[in-house]
């Protein structure tokens, strides 16, 4: 009788404990009940590797809403769901944490909103577990973590909060997962990655900006097919940055995107490029930059300005309007840099109304463009532009040729051209299927032809005949020729 009563009495304050929300102690924890689960809201010990409970006076671990001050590691069972915004704040002692696998938001899961800071200033910290099926990363969740290096972001993952991991100086590299949706603000600002590969699936709108900002040691970025805008000062700062390639969806690159990115010396743009805004490449340190056909916007403060090494820029007619101050600082103290356009065109007109050094190229229109080792061929003394025919690049033959520093000879009679250099000679007969190199015959897909009184030759198998390496730039719709 006296048990069954003790038992009662139990179940009783087990009642009234649910009810009220006192807290409970239990060893080294201090928790509540709630609806037959518990929310541990403290911990009274002082071992600094704490190892979370899963179950409590008989019912599971389920809720954090505690403060770690001293822990230098902890490691939580997969019954908790849920864990405070400010559980390890400015804990210098914090090494490694491994988290419940059923936890599907880290901090705040509301945009733009600081206050999770979960980890924010754990100076010590290097290795986190994330949760399998996490969802979301809140804004300043490992804000500062200097030292932080190893953690993985699963697939499941959808959304990283704002300056997420601004200031994660030792994380250099990182898998961004291919379903990402959101990026917020400043995520991965003055970190350390040094290369990224943004997916396609990222959304972002126009109050998110410098998601990258301050990343020095970046070199390499991606960024995924679907994504349409660079959001503003994405990469603003990024020192190292030398390689970029960009999908075919991109329409806007927004203000500051490449701010400062000193070690840009090349940049292919996509043709679905519409609109280039402000200080988009202030202080970078490209060579030359063609816009592809289909450009119709510049806002032109600041926009190339501040590029030392900037000698070309290619503008094609489908540039109708350049807003920006009312002295023209586009080109402001870059002063190496001609621009290219074709005669009469809008941006010939804005030249000479702003003393823009400009020579006229009519090939600026060209729908394709082709490069060899880096540099624009330009196609306008040959008055033809390259031609697509049949999934196949045929360029002028002597722009090809000259450009490669070949010497090139053409016989009427035969309608055969002669090419020779290092000792290489090449033979093509307009409308044979055979190129010769050095007597041997290689089979060609499109033959040499005549197109608008113009002998065009197929830019691939010329140069791969002289030893070069040829790519396709689906993006841009670019011949990429490298020796």
Same mark, same amino acid.
């Given at each position: 009788?006296?048990?069954?009563?003790?038992?009662?009495?139990?179940?009783?304050?087990?009642?009234?404990?649910?009810?009220?929300?006192?807290?409970?102690?239990?060893?080294?924890?201090?928790?509540?009940?709630?609806?037959?689960?518990v929310m541990i809201t403290g911990?009274?010990?002082?071992?600094?590797?704490?190892?979370?409970?899963?179950?409590?006076?008989?019912?599971?671990?389920?809720?954090?809403?505690?403060?770690?001050?001293?822990?230098?590691?902890?490691?939580?069972?997969?019954?908790?769901?849920?864990?405070?915004?400010?559980?390890?704040?400015?804990?210098?002692?914090?090494?490694?944490?491994?988290?419940?696998?059923?936890?599907?938001?880290?901090?705040?899961?509301?945009?733009?909103?600081?206050?999770?800071?979960?980890?924010?200033?754990?100076?010590?910290?290097?290795?986190?577990?994330?949760?399998?099926?996490?969802?979301?990363?809140?804004?300043?969740? $490992?804000?500062?973590?200097? @030292? %932080? #290096?190893?953690?993985? !972001? &699963?697939?499941?993952?959808? *959304? =990283?909060?704002?300056? +997420? /991991?601004?200031?994660?100086?030792?994380?250099?590299?990182?898998?961004?997962?291919?379903?990402?949706?959101?990026?917020?603000?400043?995520?991965?600002?003055?970190?350390?990655?040094?290369?990224?590969?943004?997916?396609?699936?990222?959304?972002?709108?126009?109050?998110?900006?410098?998601?990258?900002?301050?990343?020095?040691?970046?070199?390499?970025?991606?960024?995924?097919?679907?994504?349409?805008?660079?959001?503003?000062?994405? $990469?603003?700062?990024?020192? @190292? %940055? #030398?390689?970029?390639? !960009? &999908?075919?969806?991109?329409? *806007? =690159?927004?203000?500051? +995107? /490449?701010?400062?990115?000193?070690?840009?010396?090349?940049?292919?743009?996509?043709?679905?490029?519409?609109?280039?805004?402000?200080?988009?490449?202030?202080?970078?340190?490209?060579?030359?930059?063609?816009?592809?056909?289909?450009?119709?916007?510049?806002?032109?403060?600041?926009?190339?300005?501040?590029?030392?090494?900037?000698?070309?820029?290619?503008?094609?007619?489908?540039?109708?309007?350049?807003?920006?101050?009312?002295?023209?600082?586009?080109?402001?103290?870059?002063?190496?840099?001609?621009?290219?356009?074709?005669?009469?065109?809008?941006?010939?007109?804005?030249?000479?109304?702003?003393?823009?050094?400009?020579?006229?190229?009519?090939?600026?229109?060209?729908?394709?463009?082709?490069?060899?080792?880096?540099?624009?061929?330009?196609?306008?003394?040959?008055?033809?532009?390259?031609e697509l025919i049949n999934d196949?690049?045929?360029?002028?033959?002597?722009?090809?040729?000259?450009?490669?520093?070949?010497?090139?000879?053409?016989?009427?009679?035969?309608?055969?051209?002669?090419?020779?250099?290092?000792?290489?000679?090449?033979?093509?007969?307009?409308?044979?299927?055979?190129?010769?190199?050095?007597?041997?015959?290689?089979?060609?897909?499109?033959?040499?032809?005549?197109?608008?009184?113009?002998?065009?030759?197929?830019?691939?198998?010329?140069?791969?005949?002289?030893?070069?390496?040829?790519?396709?730039?689906?993006?841009?719709?670019?011949?990429?020729?490298?020796?």
């Amino acid at each position: 009788m006296k048990k069954i009563y003790i038992s009662l009495l139990i179940m009783l304050g087990i009642m009234c404990t649910s009810a009220t929300a006192f807290a409970l102690t239990d060893g080294d924890w201090e928790f509540r009940l709630l609806d037959d689960e518990v929310m541990i809201t403290g911990y009274l010990g002082d071992n600094e590797n704490i190892v979370i409970p899963s179950t409590l006076f008989g019912a599971p671990v389920t809720k954090i809403d505690a403060k770690f001050k001293n822990a230098a590691s902890i490691v939580m069972p997969d019954t908790v769901r849920e864990v405070s915004d400010k559980m390890c704040q400015y804990n210098e002692n914090l090494e490694s944490v491994i988290f419940s696998n059923n936890i599907e938001v880290l901090g705040n899961d509301l945009r733009y909103m600081y206050g999770s800071c979960m980890f924010q200033d754990c100076v010590n910290l290097t290795t986190v577990k994330l949760p399998e099926n996490l969802k979301r990363i809140g804004a300043t969740a $490992f804000l500062n973590c200097k @030292s %932080l #290096k190893n953690i993985t !972001l &699963p697939d499941s993952l959808e *959304e =990283i909060g704002e300056s +997420a /991991f601004e200031g994660c100086e030792s994380l250099t590299s990182l898998n961004i997962p291919p379903n990402l949706k959101i990026m917020e603000d400043s995520a991965f600002e003055d970190s350390g990655l040094e290369s990224v590969n943004i997916p396609g699936s990222v959304s972002w709108d126009v109050y998110t900006n410098r998601q990258f900002e301050g990343c020095t040691n970046l070199k390499n970025a991606t960024i995924g097919e679907g994504i349409t805008v660079l959001p503003e000062y994405l $990469f603003s700062e990024c020192t @190292s %940055l #030398k390689h970029v390639e !960009l &999908p075919g969806t991109i329409t *806007e =690159i927004a203000r500051g +995107a /490449f701010f400062e990115c000193a070690s840009l010396e090349e940049l292919t743009l996509p043709v679905s490029l519409r609109i280039i805004n402000q200080y988009a490449f202030y202080g970078t340190g490209l060579r030359q930059l063609v816009l592809p056909y289909g450009v119709e916007y510049i806002n032109g403060q600041y926009t190339f300005a501040e590029c030392p090494d900037l000698e070309a820029v290619f503008i094609p007619d489908s540039l109708t309007k350049i807003e920006g101050s009312i002295h023209s600082t586009m080109f402001e103290n870059s002063g190496r840099c001609i621009v290219y356009c074709s005669a009469d065109s809008y941006m010939a007109n804005y030249c000479k109304d702003n003393n823009i050094s400009y020579l006229t190229d009519n090939s600026v229109n060209s729908s394709i463009t082709v490069y060899y080792n880096g540099t624009r061929i330009s196609f306008h003394e040959y008055g033809q532009n390259p031609e697509l025919i049949n999934d196949r690049t045929l360029v002028p033959l002597r722009a090809i040729f000259e450009a490669m520093g070949a010497d090139v000879k053409w016989d009427q009679e035969t309608e055969t051209v002669t090419s020779t250099r290092n000792g290489v000679t090449i033979k093509l007969t307009i409308g044979d299927n055979v190129l010769y190199k050095n007597g041997q015959s290689i089979p060609v897909d499109v033959p040499a032809q005549i197109v608008n009184d113009r002998t065009l030759v197929p830019a691939r198998v010329v140069a791969e005949a002289f030893g070069a390496d040829v790519q396709w730039n689906e993006a841009s719709n670019s011949v990429l020729i490298t020796e």
